[in-house]
């Protein structure tokens, strides 16, 4: 089990090349950084590059053991949202959104072969396909504004591989594509040889902007005093609120089907559905595995049916996989054996793009966040934006990604999202998911209503029941089960605990508070 989740992902099965042990003194530096995935990495290696002393902190026993693990490593010019969608609400800005991803996916090529980094690093083209006739004139809009933004692009009349359905599509060259995890561990040893200092099983509880300095003190009770504070988890610990108001978190689904050598061309596959889905292959020495993403919903609210985020139905998350992999049997008919299943979270921005650089009336404080499906890429742009940042070097990009900016085109969304996190207040006064504890199966979780109290109750396989605060101590949402990953997400942020209640995603920094165990 990996310490993110229940579930495992493709790159788990790569080990890391070095072992890291806790910070267990007091310590300075120039900038501290919050959290060992690609964003914390990332900007380790450029502000080391700068020549500045960087402390760099991870709450797991590994670096790369978070949402980075769960990725699905696509170095792509886009995000989630189509560039119809960015146009309007960034206007020419869209230039520099495409400019910035290009970027990234150039840096991460640029540090592949600096560091030597074996991590299967592959030029693909991306197909982005249109299944419904009605989807076929988005194609077109598409490809337009793609010109617009001197990204090269392709019309097809049908996906140009036999076997393939005959769907309209936009070919995008000269994309690429990574195995996660051999990155991060590449990317960790050649921080280390720049002088940073990583410390894993180290988790950040207090945090103390003061004039002068960033006070973080960890979990053991040591302290590191740092000029400059960089918070590089899915979703920023070091803040209450904030970007956090201008931010959603969703729950990713991921597929590994076995497939045949040759059976497909290496390539990376979007559809244009609601939610959408998204493809691409995985290497190994005998066969392939095509990894099939998509049927994403809101964090702690599994939505049955559609989009409609005020509805509390609830589906069963397993179906999500099973959902998933007939959609990608349904298109690739090449596919065999299901090999891998497994699920991530994406922090979703009200208008399409990352929240990268110093956070909103905090001076020395900086977050990477808002990935909104784009992961790798945005992480790498903010580690340069956050870099320039600290070093007081102007940087193109800064001001399209602030976490300060106000985007008026994106105010409906804003409203939306808002309205939709107040409504889980009303979680206080709901029924529990059981009457009793004895209705939960062993090794599963749900919620009570004990009086005026709401309790997460996980049963474990010995049949003993392990009581919490359903209260996410964040800003006091309620929690709800994920059987999928064993663990309790708050539908507010995102933040996740495991079975026992223990955190595991920001921006909660503390557990869910204990009750009693009973037998």
């Given amino acids: 089990m ?290 099939a993403g998509g049927e994403d919903h809101h964090t702690g609210r599994d939505e049955a049916g559609g989009p409609d985020i005020m509805s509390h139905e609830k589906g069963e998350s397993p179906e999500r996989f099973v959902a998933l992999e007939a959609w990608a049997r349904s298109i690739f008919p090449q596919c065999g054996e299901l090999l891998y299943q497994w699920s991530g979270q994406v922090m979703e921005s009200i208008d399409g793009i990352g929240y990268n650089g110093r956070h909103l009336g905090d001076e ?14 945005n992480a790498t742009l903010g580690a340069r934006i956050v870099t320039d940042l600290i070093m007081g070097q102007q940087n193109p990009w800064e001001s399209l990604y602030s976490p300060a900016r106000v985007n008026l085109r994106a105010a409906d969304q804003l409203v939306k999202e808002g309205a939709a996190a107040f409504w889980q207040f009303t979680d206080f006064v709901t029924p529990g998911d059981v009457e009793e504890a004895s209705e939960i199966p062993n090794g599963s979780g749900a919620l009570l209503h004990e009086g005026i109290k709401k309790v997460a109750a996980y049963k474990d396989e010995q049949g003993t029941l392990h009581r919490m605060s359903a209260v996410c101590p964040h800003v006091g949402c309620i929690v709800q089960w994920n059987d999928v990953e064993k663990s309790w997400d708050c539908p507010c942020h995102g933040s996740r605990f495991d079975c026992y209640g223990k955190v595991l995603n920001g921006p909660a920094r503390s557990d869910l508070a204990a009750l009693e165990a009973e037998k």
């Fill in 364 to 377: 020395r404080i900086f977050v990477i966040t808002g990935d909104t499906g784009s992961g790798t890429t």
């Fill in 2 to 291: 990996n310490p993110s989740g229940y579930t495992t992902s493709v790159w788990m099965e790569v080990f890391p090349t070095h072992n890291y042990v806790a910070l267990r003194q007091d310590i300075a530096c120039d900038v501290c950084i919050i959290g060992a995935g690609i964003a914390g990495l990332t900007t380790a290696y450029m502000l080391a590059e700068a020549g500045k002393n960087v402390v760099l902190i991870e709450k797991f026993p590994q670096i790369g053991q978070g949402e980075t693990s769960r990725s699905t490593a696509q170095l792509v010019v886009f995000t989630d949202f189509p560039y119809t969608l960015l146009k309007r609400m960034h206007g020419d800005n869209v230039l520099l959104i495409a400019e910035s991803h290009r970027y990234a996916k150039e840096t991460i090529a640029r540090i592949t072969l600096d560091e030597g980094i074996d991590c299967d690093y592959r030029k693909v083209p991306v197909f982005l396909f249109a299944p419904r006739e009605k989807d076929h004139p988005k194609l077109d809009k598409e490809a337009e504004i793609l010109k617009e933004m001197h990204v090269p692009v392709v019309r097809h009349t049908r996906l140009p591989v036999a076997g393939l359905p005959p769907y309209p599509c936009l070919e995008i060259p000269d994309m690429a594509q990574i195995h996660i995890l051999k990155y991060i561990y590449g990317l960790g040893d050649a921080v280390e040889r720049r002088g940073v200092k990583i410390f894993t099983d180290t988790k950040a509880v207090e945090i103390d902007e003061k004039s002068e300095s960033v006070v973080i003190k960890t979990e053991s009770g040591h302290t590191i005093r740092c000029q400059n504070l960089v918070t590089a988890t899915n979703s920023p610990v070091s803040v209450l609120t904030g970007v956090h108001l201008k931010q959603t978190a969703w729950r990713t689904y991921v597929v590994g089907l076995r497939i045949e050598k040759g059976a497909l061309p290496y390539a990376i596959w979007w559809d244009t559905l609601e939610p959408y889905h998204y493809v691409r292959l995985v290497e190994f020495t005998d066969y392939d595995v095509l990894i």
